[in-house]
């Protein structure tokens, strides 16, 4: 079965450092997505991505974040200078269309821990 | 975005049948019921939407109110691993909308 798929796993930085996350959606799917959680609390929607443009941001998702699709394959969330509160887990989606749009598919998280 | 209701906690025995609710009173006639559900520390997991009619699929059943103000996620026999948090959704696929999660259920399984 087709996965989406994170890397790193676990990461950790201190604060002030650039922090790059990949993921590797699923191969047909055309909306990308990123969220993050915060230990013991919601999953929270950062950004979405479709058609090589940003299509949806949350206020989180301040200039300190950007994503790209810099190949056609992976999508990558990169954090210009990590703050302590940016530690969580965050979690790379992707969907197809139509009906299906709203079947998002998750990797498995990738772990910041920001010191 | 339309709302929707979902008891905090519900408690299950193991390989006993599930009923976990959700009440949408402000749906729109285009938006689907989506139930997602998230594992202990894994990413969230997609398990099962609908429209209109009650849906079935590998790893669940969605009962679907005839007024759709409603819906219930039916796991036939619940294991130890179905032991998660279940998020009841709103998506409306007439064009991109991201999926935004609420606090859910959190469901225990009883050995």
């Known amino acids: 079965e087709p996965e989406v798929t994170q890397t790193p796993s676990h990461q950790v930085t201190q604060m002030g450092q650039e922090v790059i996350l990949r993921c590797v959606p699923i191969?047909?799917?055309?909306?990308f997505y990123w969220y993050r959680q915060i230990l013991g609390q919601k999953v929270e929607f950062l950004v979405s991505?479709?058609?090589?443009?940003?299509?949806?941001k949350s206020e989180i998702f301040d200039d300190q974040f950007s994503v790209e699709r810099p190949d056609g394959s992976n999508f990558t969330l990169k954090i210009r200078s990590t703050k302590l509160e940016d530690s969580a887990m965050y979690f790379c989606?992707?969907?197809?269309?139509?009906?299906?749009?709203?079947?998002?598919?998750f990797g498995e998280g990738s772990r910041l821990t920001v010191l | 975005d339309a709302k929707t209701t979902q008891p905090n906690s519900m408690e299950s025995n193991e390989e006993e049948p599930v009923h976990l609710p959700c009440n949408h009173s402000t749906i729109s006639g285009t938006d689907y019921i989506h139930w997602y559900r998230q594992l202990p520390s894994q990413g969230p997991e997609y398990v099962i939407h609908g429209l209109t009619s009650n849906v079935n699929n590998r790893m669940a059943s969605l009962a679907i109110a005839e007024d759709r103000k409603s819906s219930t996620l039916i796991l036939h026999r619940a294991t130890l691993r179905d032991a998660a948090v279940y998020y009841c959704?709103?998506?409306?696929?007439?064009?991109?909308?991201?999926?935004?999660f609420g606090t859910g259920t959190k469901l225990q399984v009883i050995p």
């Open positions: 989606a992707s969907s197809g269309i139509g009906a299906r749009a709203g079947e998002l598919f």
């Open positions: 991505f479709y058609n090589n443009e940003i299509s949806e």
């Open positions: 191969s047909n799917h055309l909306y």
């Open positions: 959704i709103l998506h409306n696929s007439g064009g991109y909308q991201k999926v935004t």
